[in-house]
């Protein structure tokens, strides 16, 4: 059973970079089983995904957002992360980070989420 | 991209059979999932390839998907089935999984 707990700063100042991680436990974040994934949750809204990584670290970006996005893959610290450039009030969500077995098309596993706030 | 539409609200009543779609164009030839999110929570996936239930889903829930609207349905809804719904398809073009917009379903 793979879990997935992310962590990041919870308060981030306008225009400032924001980092989160996803420690992955239960499963190799190397393995090729899986594809690793960001979605996000603005308040009240409803879920957009974000970014993703394969095991073979091929990258994919929401569109909307590319250009902002870097996703990497720590396999020595069995995490990956997720970095959000230039961030403004709109970036202010709940952060989730989710596993794809690798193949598939739905999301097996879930991160409790990370709320973050983008102050002005 | 691939748009998917779904009802905002959904109301009904506590051991009646509440049914939320999810349009999109020819959605009948994709893959639909479906996430149950309560307040503070993470989703959770409640119905998978159209209408296969993960294990510890109760068999009350079901879906269907054919032509342009896959539907949800939640037979004898129970309070602890008040919670936001969310489907979800995978667009093979972008390689990108697709949300709907959500539908908040109230027990009466």
């Known amino acids: 059973q793979v879990q997935l707990q992310e962590s990041g700063p919870g308060l981030v100042k306008a225009s400032e970079t924001l980092s989160l991680t996803c420690h992955v436990s239960?499963?190799?974040?190397?393995?090729?089983?899986?594809?690793w994934h960001w979605i996000r949750q603005s308040p009240g809204k409803g879920l957009e995904w974000i970014a993703s990584v394969s095991h073979s670290r091929k990258t994919n970006y929401n569109p909307s957002l590319k250009g902002r996005l870097t996703i990497r893959v720590d396999t020595s610290r069995s995490q990956f992360s997720l970095e959000i450039l230039s961030v403004t009030t709109a970036d202010t969500a709940v952060y989730y980070c989710?596993?794809?077995?690798?193949?598939?098309?739905?999301?097996?596993?879930w991160g409790q989420g990370s709320p973050v706030t983008v102050a002005s | 991209s691939y748009v998917l539409t779904q009802p905002p609200a959904v109301s009904v009543a506590p051991e009646k059979t509440a049914r939320i779609t999810c349009g999109g164009k020819n959605i009948g030839s994709r893959a639909v999932h479906w996430y149950q999110q309560k307040p503070g929570q993470a989703p959770l996936l409640v119905i998978s390839?159209?209408?296969g239930r993960p294990s510890g889903i109760p068999d009350r829930f079901s879906g269907s998907n054919s032509g342009d609207t896959a539907t949800l349905s939640i037979s004898r809804v129970e309070g602890g089935d008040e919670a936001d719904y969310y489907c979800?398809?995978?667009?093979?073009?972008?390689?990108?999984?697709?949300f709907g917009g959500g539908t908040k379903l109230s027990v009466l």
């Open positions: 390839y159209d209408g």
């Open positions: 979800q398809v995978w667009d093979a073009s972008g390689d990108h999984p697709v």
């Open positions: 239960g499963g190799s974040v190397s393995s090729g089983i899986y594809s």
């Open positions: 989710a596993a794809v077995l690798t193949g598939g098309d739905y999301f097996h596993y």
